[in-house]
């Protein structure tokens, strides 16, 4: 079947603009997890779904970021007051729970630049 | 706090040899220890895992070294081919904190013909 997709693969926008980036995990998939890869870095852990609640959300760095799974699959990272501080790839990932818990599978990831 | 960290930052090797690249972490409760491969463009890939009750696994020309005691695991490449020219990254997880990923900073590959 079909990989994690992530939509759009490149947005450019201005400081202060709200964004949101979509992440359509494997299906059947129930854990879905988003990390953030600065230039030159190893991804880094922002927020982890089981289902349709935030299990953890401990790596949002600030109350600007926010994300929602409402069914359970598609997820949405939304962003508000955009910085510049904030352009970096956002990688989505998912996993099936419990068995495969661990193998994370990831999307091509959204390029987001703020200007 | 960077709890895994990983060495060398980029290597450079010749086809047919040996690539090594090393993490450290410092987490004990740590329970599963994966290492992605990411090209240009792409989201990382896992490769090969390990947990932490075996010292060595092995798929094909790639061998996981793990050692409990000095908290560290490496990865192995062996004949290196150009095709794996790439960015490695170690990551380690724990069961109880949702499995999320902690990443080393990367190690660039660059295999020579």
């Known amino acids: 079947g079909a990989g994690v997709s992530q939509t759009p693969s490149n947005k450019v926008t201005e400081k202060g603009k709200y964004v949101e980036l979509r992440c359509d995990p494997i299906s059947g998939h129930t854990a879905l997890y988003w990390y953030r890869q600065s230039l030159g870095q190893g991804p880094e852990f922002l927020i982890y779904f089981q289902g349709t609640g935030a299990a953890d959300d401990s790596g949002l760095p600030n109350d600007r970021f926010f994300a929602v799974r409402p069914e359970g699959s598609v997820s949405t990272l939304k962003i508000q007051r955009t910085e510049r501080g904030d352009s970096a790839v956002y990688l989505c990932?998912?996993?099936?729970?419990?068995?495969?818990?661990?193998?994370?599978?990831f999307g091509p990831g959204t390029r987001l630049t703020v200007l | 706090q960077q709890q895994v960290k990983q060495s060398p930052q980029s290597l450079i090797v010749q086809k047919g040899g040996i690539s090594i690249i090393n993490c450290a972490y410092e987490?004990?409760?740590?329970?599963?220890f994966p290492w992605y491969q990411q090209f240009p463009g792409k989201g990382p890939a896992l490769l090969i895992a390990?947990?932490?009750?075996?010292s060595e696994k092995k798929e094909g020309r790639f061998t996981i070294s793990f050692n409990k005691s000095a908290k560290q695991f490496s990865l192995h490449i062996m004949d290196s081919q150009p095709g794996d020219s790439a960015t490695y990254f170690c990551a380690a997880s724990q069961e109880t904190s949702g499995s999320r990923l902690t990443f080393g900073e990367g190690t660039q590959l660059t295999v020579n013909p």
């Open positions: 990932a998912s996993s099936s729970y419990p068995r495969g818990k661990d193998e994370q599978f």
């Open positions: 987490n004990t409760a740590f329970d599963y």
């Open positions: 390990i947990r932490p009750d075996v």
